[in-house]
């Protein structure tokens, strides 16, 4: 239902119209009628008013806290401890998680970045070979690809989405090209059969970033087992927080093998005779990527509620957002009906000032007066980070694109609303009033 409502809202509008609406100077627009609701005729807490939001702090507190960890957690942990053999909690979490994304192989980690940089060792590519990632990622997704000698071609996101813009990436296919490595931004998927058919057609190796997106599926395919290896990150934030803690996914055996030796010297010895690294047990390949047992025992018991948990949160986002998109000028990114999305750390909505008539810092304003704890934050651009512009960190340089609109446009005119881990009704209601009192003042904002 929800699907059709953002369709609705999306599926006419171009990538260019998006971005060419959302930066029109929106003064003296004729705005589109919204219908006010009882008692948003009230005058604005920012001019005076009475705040539309009367909801407890620590109440507040509560309904957002997370990671959220209980008795199961701590018996788990104390069981861990009491019963001394504290390895045995990773290939318990290893066989839970691999039977949960039906991966033929997984290996635990300490994180995700170590779950990464053991994929980028196990694609085994000439120096010079070119991945393309978003630059609206996580560093490590571009960075630890220089100790492979790889080069990072940085790919704009789609501004519907947030996520992979396979159309950049169209365009930025170079001879050198060898993999492509979208990232499933705020628990949405990226749209894998687009990207895997563009990545075959292309002789690509597709690989996965799948640190946000606990649970999330397309087509009924967990994320993280599109691509031919893929990853997800435990820490503390994320949709299943182990406080630290990551996987890597591995759709065949010769990649699992090649990561889980580079970080795991004793795994070699565990693998078949034939296998071309079991000559490496000892050593690995250099680093030690253990994840900690005690994360482990956690993860364990949080992957427990986990679908659980997501479709509580998105019951609560769907009771919010289907009220919030009524409103002009404000939308969802944009999820297809054969994607089931997760939420990772916040409800993000877009502002289209053009529509709505006011700024997204004057929006701001006016709902943080109103006593609504929302928020924004611009997800480091990664080709504009000093290190990728410092020719002395790489084997070869990655060329810094002049602009990237697509992370411009998410950047600039998105909010965040927290996710809501218990029953939220009367916190949603007034949410949903203090934003229809604003959007009934839209003519008063826009002189703002
Ligand atoms: C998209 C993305 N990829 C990878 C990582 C790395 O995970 P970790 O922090 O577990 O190393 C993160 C961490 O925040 C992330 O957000």
């Not at 691509?227 to 990150?233: A, E, L, T």
Request: charged share 25%; hydrophobic share 40%; net charge neutral.
């Amino acid at each position: 239902m929800e699907v059709k409502e953002t369709d609705k809202r999306t599926s006419q509008t171009t990538r260019r119209t998006f971005l060419q609406a959302g930066s029109m100077v929106f003064l003296g627009l004729t705005m589109p009628a919204c219908k006010p609701a009882a008692g948003v005729r009230e005058s604005l807490a920012l001019s005076g008013g009475s705040k539309t939001v009367d909801f407890p702090a620590a109440k507040l507190d509560a309904l957002t806290r997370w990671p959220r960890y209980g008795s199961d957690e701590k018996k788990a942990l104390h069981d861990l401890i009491d019963s001394n053999k504290f390895y045995e909690e990773l290939p318990a979490f290893e066989k839970e998680w691999k039977e949960y994304t039906k991966s033929p192989y997984v290996k635990a980690h300490m994180n995700g970045s170590s779950a990464i940089t053991s994929m980028f060792f196990a694609l085994d590519l000439p120096p010079g070979s070119e991945i393309m990632v978003p630059s609206y990622d996580f560093f490590t997704d571009c960075l630890a690809q220089r100790f492979f000698g790889y080069v990072p071609i940085f790919i704009d996101i789609d501004p519907h989405t947030a996520c992979f813009d396979l159309n950049d990436a169209k365009r930025k296919l170079t001879r050198n090209t060898r993999a492509v490595f979208p990232m499933h931004s705020w628990g949405l998927p990226c749209e894998m059969d687009h990207i895997t058919n563009f990545a075959k057609e292309k002789g690509l190796i597709v690989i996965e970033d799948a640190a946000h997106a606990h649970g999330a599926t397309m087509q009924g395919k967990k994320m993280g087992t599109w691509g031919v290896m893929g990853i997800y990150s435990f820490q503390a934030t994320k949709v299943l927080p182990s406080v630290e803690g990551g996987m890597g996914m591995y759709q065949t055996r010769e990649y699992y093998e090649r990561a889980a030796a580079f970080g795991h010297y004793e795994d070699p010895l565990k693998f078949p005779l034939d296998s071309p690294v079991r000559a490496y047990e000892g050593t690995g390949f250099g680093q030690k990527y253990r994840m900690h047992p005690f994360a482990a025992a956690i993860a364990r018991q949080q992957l427990r509620g986990l679908d659980e948990r997501n479709a509580f949160v998105e019951a609560n986002v769907r009771r919010l957002n289907d009220r919030l998109i009524q409103l002009p000028g404000l939308s969802e990114p944009r999820i297809r009906p054969d994607q089931k999305r997760a939420y990772y750390y916040a409800n993000m909505l877009l502002l289209d000032p053009s529509k709505a008539g006011f700024s997204r810092d004057t929006l701001m304003k006016a709902l943080k007066a109103e006593g609504v704890s929302i928020s924004m934050w611009d997800y480091p651009e990664q080709h504009k980070l000093k290190i990728y512009s410092e020719a002395k960190w790489w084997h070869h340089p990655p060329t810094i694109p002049l602009s990237m609109p697509g992370n411009e446009y998410v950047n600039h005119n998105h909010i965040f609303l927290p996710l809501l881990y218990d029953e939220a009704a009367e916190l949603i209601d007034q949410y949903a009033k203090a934003f229809e009192k604003v959007w009934a003042h839209r003519s008063e904002l826009a002189t703002l």
